[in-house]
């Protein structure tokens, strides 16, 4: 295949990267190590050669992959950056190989652009256990049946960013190695402790987020709901508990009726102009910023 600007293996043009890296000009957009960047869906890579793999996008967010330890399998890279902005974190994983075209070829292959022209396919790694997540923990996240991609990377941003200490997600919510929920969250789903309470079941379409566990392991559980019975999210009550869960709903239907009823808080974010609520993403910013406070004993 003849592709625009093809010069079969890149000359001396990156010859400093090149030492480190295999850098290989794309010839052929059916080649099968192309793949996981083409042509498999978010199932398929999940379960990709039975251990799993993700999609990194932009140097940033796998610069913050690399910094948590995860193994890179290859790159996917336009090709100004390859001596641009991709290349400290391809000088970092030697004989990786990155594989590179024109800004056109890639979004041909990909279907859309790439954020700061880079793509890096990663190894998963065995989840944590519930108890190793929460171990240390204060302020958790639990996230019941959110599966829009987008909204679990901004939540995971704002709880790293806003004092929690962990998230947790029920077993229908979406996986936040997706690569629309890492970009989203933009790294920061490698920078705070995450896993899911429990694995999911064949047609399963939500699941409750497993109150008793959370209170076996000592935290007073806040289910966040539009319900008459609540108290304020500044309740003093509330940063006086030590240990803290906060209960985020599904985007459309809000939290099963049985978590609320089993939750030891029900919080209602107070609004105005008639507003009845707020997108779960900008809801979870509110709450962290004000449930993350602890008051000191």
Known sequence: MDLPGN???????YSMVEVMSEIIEIEDLQDP??????????AQLLHFEGKGIFLAESPKVVERALNAGYEPVSFLVERKHIE????????RCPNVPVFTAKTEVLSKLTGFQLTRGVLCAMKRRPLPSVEEVCRDAKRVVVLENVVNPT?????????????????LLTSCSCDPLYRRAIRVSMGTV?????????????GEKEAGCDIDTLKKLGFKTVSMALCDDSVGIDDPALA????????MGTEGEGLLRETIDQSDYTVKIPMAHGVD????AAASAVAFWQLGRRENK
């Open 7 to 13: 010069q079969g293996r890149i000359d001396s043009v």
């Open 33 to 42: 190590r192309l793949d996981v960047y083409a042509r498999l869906n978010e």
């Open 84 to 91: 641009g902005e991709a290349k400290e974190v391809i000088r």
């Open 151 to 167: 909204n679990v990377g901004a939540i995971l941003r704002s709880a790293a960013a806003l004092h929690m200490d962990a998230v």
């Open 190 to 202: 490698f920078q705070i402790p995450w896993t899911f309470l429990g694995a999911r079941k064949r």
């Open 240 to 247: 006086k508990e030590e240990k803290l869960a906060i209960i």
């Open 277 to 280: 609520s707020l997108n779960v």
